[in-house]
């Protein structure tokens, strides 16, 4: 498989990257409280804006396939739906040298699950991280917290650089309460 870095998604793969991205976060429409999965517009914009690398995983004997899509980007304000501000005033320093990177979102096609991709742009993406001396995040929620994603990603950096250490940064509980049914 063939992992480009674009800062802009190339027009012939809009649809591909699209349904990708449906088909990898489908579940998670039903499965989280907030939503965690762009409307065509807001991916749309995301896709085009050059502030944000757009890793492709591509099959040269399929073209017109997108078999894996991420974002990343330092320029927080590119980021929908998070504070600039908190990573501000946590890390002041790392924030105005643009050395805190985000991770938007990351779809594997599910048959190329299990063939390393994901070990591979974790990599390249690290690689900026490390290059620039800085710190990455990205949100995750519970449904892929329990799942174990936040496991697999640190075992996937700590191969790389050993010792290198998680941390959650925030967390959002949805409450409900509701009447009794004799109320």
Request: aromatic share 10%; proline share 7%.
């Amino acid at each position: 498989m063939l992992i480009t870095a674009d800062q802009v998604v190339p027009e012939h793969l809009a649809e591909a990257t699209w349904r990708l991205y449906n088909n990898a976060f489908e579940e998670l429409r039903a499965a989280a409280v907030q939503r965690h999965v762009m409307v065509r517009d807001e991916f749309d914009t995301v896709l085009a804006d050059p502030r944000v690398t757009k890793y492709l995983g591509l099959d040269p004997q399929r073209p017109d396939d997108v078999l894996a899509l991420a974002t990343f980007t330092n320029d927080l304000d590119a980021v929908p739906l998070i504070s600039p501000d908190y990573f501000a005033r946590r890390w002041p320093e790392l924030y105005a040298e643009q050395r805190i990177w985000y991770i938007g979102f990351f779809a594997i096609d599910p048959e190329v699950r299990g063939d390393g991709v994901f070990e591979t742009v974790i990599e390249r993406m690290w690689e900026r991280v490390l290059a620039s001396r800085g710190i990455a995040a990205l949100d995750i929620c519970r449904r892929n917290n329990d799942i174990g994603l936040p496991k697999a990603i640190h075992q996937t950096l700590d191969q790389l650089t050993t010792g290198v250490r998680t941390t959650p940064l925030d967390e959002q509980v949805y409450w409900l309460f509701e009447p009794p049914e004799s109320a």
